[in-house]
């Protein structure tokens, strides 16, 4: 619910200060593919906006996907890199958000989550030195009381989102109340959270790459320069201070950053000339600038009784209108969103693995016999990789057209292959090592190791436990033979304790379920102890 705490004079003839923020909305995956979004509109992007940045340094622009941006870096020389890290150092190019991706935020576990932040922002540390301060989850479909959180947790200091149920912006706008404090439970330190007024694009009109904008000319001018201000007077209504934060862009918009950049300016020149008479000053700008702004607002305030709203809930299920609740998402293509979470799975059991295994040889010096740690570690980024692309918001909820999910899921599969290729590796390193097997001190649990395990007519199956409490669950392992006998790690057989069954598929021709010739599934119970393996 809702709580105001001091309600706010309405705004006096004091000048309203614009921020304009530029950005464009980039999904890695929609209606095309990660790569085809790159290769035909990304790129473009890229390269118009940082050559248009260099050509006057009040321009600023916001970025957020980090996928992106790394594949675009990848791609450039030396010369154009230190170009980039300058536009960055000078606070013309900011990164917002940042995670790999921009996450949905009602499907994805806790740790997919953070793991798809870290991947961003680790690397934008790596090769720029920056923290992204200012959280940018413009685009996906409503949102969870874990976001606050979670976010102060990362050093976020506030918190851009959009997509909330209509009749709630509807109330928030109505009461002042578009900017609050969220603070999920009375424990949590609360994050400062803006809401956007009209989605994330331009205001109506002012985005030149589209055919019906006017073009900003001597005879134009003037008329756009006073329909800009009545927008932005009206869209102050919903806020509490003079600063006003105004989106300029869309989905994949600065492919012609030339065009938009060149009548943006032509439209601040004209609304500052005349500011005194129309009562708004706009400037380029960057979330961290407008966030600070309205920081200081609020300490130079103290005695007007500036304070903002707390909202104690979350913002699901997203609906844009009556007829519109977004929540088929939540259980469509039940076969990806299983993908997904064995991917995100498989590969943080394979990077415990080789951590576990690096340790290991860092203490004894032994390398392992097959691909070096450092190949086998970038494999399994590549595949980690491609699990926090998935938690992208029109991923993991299957809202992309469906060539786009085929390629979502060959990542996965692929990603699946990698995890336990890595797993099985690790495993093997970490098995082989004689010294291991020495008992650890008492209470310990201790890797027992079965020399006669991979004689001949007889096959290991190695379990490993990736979680940090003790699972006993039932195991399926495909045979080729009905006439298997499983025995535990001791050697004591299981007996009737393990089960084999036929391998059933469903055959297209008949629509009927059919064994398949010489393939079966035994299935046993197993226990293995925390972080450990069996």
Same mark, same amino acid.
């Given at each position: 619910?809702?709580?105001?705490?001091?309600?706010?004079?309405?705004?006096?003839?004091?000048?309203?200060?614009?921020?304009?923020?530029?950005?464009?909305?980039?999904?890695?995956?929609?209606?095309?593919?990660?790569?085809?979004?790159?290769?035909?509109?990304?790129?473009?992007?890229?390269?118009?906006?940082?050559?248009?940045?260099?050509?006057?340094?009040?321009?600023?622009?916001?970025?957020?996907?980090?996928?992106?941006?790394?594949?675009?870096?990848?791609?450039?020389?030396?010369?154009?890199?230190?170009?980039?890290?300058?536009?960055?150092?000078?606070?013309?190019?900011?990164?917002?958000?940042?995670?790999?991706?921009?996450?949905?935020?009602?499907?994805?576990?806790?740790?997919?989550?953070?793991?798809?932040?870290?991947?961003?922002?680790?690397?934008?540390?790596?090769?720029?030195?920056?923290?992204?301060?200012?959280?940018?989850?413009?685009?996906?479909?409503?949102?969870?009381?874990?976001?606050?959180?979670?976010?102060?947790?990362?050093?976020?200091?506030?918190?851009?989102?959009?997509?909330?149920?209509?009749?709630?912006?509807?109330?928030?706008?109505?009461?002042?109340?578009?900017?609050?404090?969220?603070?999920?439970? /009375?424990?949590?330190? @609360?994050? =400062?959270?803006?809401?956007?007024?009209?989605?994330? &694009?331009?205001?109506? $009109? %002012?985005?030149?790459?589209?055919?019906?904008?006017?073009?900003?000319?001597?005879?134009?001018?003037?008329?756009?320069?006073?329909?800009?201000?009545?927008?932005?007077?009206?869209?102050?209504?919903?806020?509490?201070?003079?600063?006003?934060?105004?989106?300029?862009?869309?989905?994949?918009?600065?492919?012609?950053?030339?065009?938009?950049?060149?009548?943006?300016?032509?439209?601040?020149?004209?609304?500052?000339?005349?500011?005194?008479?129309?009562?708004?000053?706009?400037?380029?700008?960057?979330?961290?600038?407008?966030?600070?702004?309205?920081?200081?607002?609020?300490?130079?305030?103290?005695?007007?009784?500036?304070?903002? /709203?707390?909202?104690? @809930?979350? =913002?699901?299920?997203?609906?844009?209108?009556?007829? &519109?609740?977004?929540? $088929? %998402?939540?259980?469509?293509?039940?076969?990806?969103?299983?993908?997904?979470?064995?991917?995100?799975?498989?590969?943080?059991?394979?990077?415990?693995?080789?951590?576990?295994?690096?340790?290991?040889?860092?203490?004894?010096?032994?390398?392992?016999?097959?691909?070096?740690?450092?190949?086998?570690?970038?494999?399994?980024?590549?595949?980690?990789?491609?699990?926090?692309?998935?938690?992208?918001?029109?991923?993991?909820?299957?809202?992309?057209?469906?060539?786009?999910?085929?390629?979502?899921?060959?990542?996965?599969?692929?990603?699946?292959?990698?995890?336990?290729?890595?797993?099985?590796?690790?495993?093997?390193?970490?098995?082989?090592?004689?010294?291991?097997?020495?008992?650890?001190?008492?209470?310990?649990?201790?890797?027992?190791?079965?020399?006669?395990?991979?004689?001949?007519?007889?096959?290991?199956?190695?379990?490993?436990?990736?979680?940090?409490?003790?699972?006993?669950?039932?195991?399926?392992?495909?045979?080729?033979?009905?006439?298997?006998?499983?025995?535990?790690?001791?050697?004591?057989?299981?007996?009737?304790?393990?089960?084999?069954?036929?391998?059933?598929?469903?055959?297209?021709?008949?629509?009927?379920?059919?064994?398949?010739?010489?393939?079966?599934?035994?299935?046993?119970?197993?226990?293995?102890?925390?972080?450990?393996?069996?």
């Amino acid at each position: 619910m809702l709580r105001v705490l001091v309600l706010l004079i309405a705004h006096a003839a004091a000048t309203l200060d614009v921020h304009i923020i530029a950005h464009s909305h980039t999904d890695p995956g929609w209606l095309e593919t990660l790569e085809t979004y790159y290769d035909q509109q990304v790129r473009v992007i890229l390269d118009d906006v940082t050559a248009q940045l260099r050509r006057s340094p009040e321009r600023r622009f916001n970025w957020a996907e980090t996928v992106f941006f790394k594949m675009w870096w990848d791609n450039l020389d030396d010369h154009r890199r230190a170009s980039v890290r300058k536009l960055v150092a000078d606070s013309q190019l900011e990164f917002v958000g940042s995670g790999w991706v921009q996450h949905d935020e009602a499907l994805p576990t806790l740790a997919a989550r953070v793991s798809e932040e870290i991947k961003g922002h680790e690397w934008l540390l790596r090769t720029f030195g920056v923290r992204p301060r200012i959280a940018w989850q413009i685009d996906p479909f409503g949102h969870s009381s874990l976001t606050p959180d979670l976010f102060h947790a990362m050093g976020f200091w506030a918190v851009v989102i959009n997509r909330i149920p209509f009749d709630m912006k509807a109330g928030l706008k109505g009461g002042k109340g578009m900017e609050f404090i969220w603070k999920p439970t /009375p424990e949590s330190p @609360g994050m =400062f959270t803006h809401v956007l007024h009209t989605h994330y &694009s331009s205001p109506k $009109g %002012f985005d030149w790459e589209e055919p019906d904008a006017l073009p900003v000319n001597d005879g134009t001018l003037g008329q756009l320069a006073t329909e800009f201000v009545n927008r932005i007077k009206d869209r102050a209504r919903a806020y509490r201070t003079d600063h006003i934060l105004v989106t300029f862009g869309d989905d994949f918009k600065f492919q012609a950053a030339q065009l938009q950049f060149s009548n943006m300016d032509r439209l601040i020149g004209e609304v500052n000339k005349r500011t005194d008479a129309l009562g708004v000053r706009i400037q380029y700008s960057t979330l961290s600038r407008y966030f600070r702004a309205v920081s200081d607002t609020v300490k130079n305030s103290a005695s007007t009784g500036l304070k903002f /709203p707390f909202y104690s @809930g979350d =913002f699901l299920p997203y609906a844009d209108n009556e007829q &519109s609740y977004w929540t $088929g %998402f939540y259980a469509s293509r039940p076969g990806l969103k299983r993908l997904a979470r064995a991917a995100e799975s498989g590969v943080r059991a394979a990077g415990m693995l080789m951590a576990f295994a690096r340790a290991y040889s860092d203490a004894s010096g032994i390398q392992p016999a097959g691909p070096s740690f450092g190949q086998q570690f970038y494999q399994l980024q590549a595949a980690q990789h491609s699990a926090s692309l998935i938690q992208h918001h029109d991923a993991i909820t299957g809202t992309s057209k469906a060539h786009v999910v085929r390629d979502y899921e060959s990542k996965l599969e692929n990603a699946l292959r990698v995890g336990d290729s890595v797993s099985a590796a690790m495993k093997e390193y970490i098995l082989s090592q004689r010294w291991l097997r020495k008992p650890k001190p008492a209470g310990g649990e201790g890797i027992r190791v079965n020399t006669d395990a991979l004689s001949e007519g007889r096959i290991a199956v190695v379990l490993h436990n990736s979680l940090g409490w003790v699972r006993t669950e039932i195991v399926r392992v495909q045979v080729t033979s009905q006439k298997v006998a499983v025995y535990a790690p001791d050697g004591t057989p299981l007996g009737a304790a393990a089960q084999v069954r036929p391998k059933w598929n469903f055959d297209s021709g008949s629509n009927l379920l059919a064994p398949e010739d010489k393939l079966f599934e035994v299935g046993f119970q197993a226990t293995v102890p925390p972080l450990g393996m069996a």
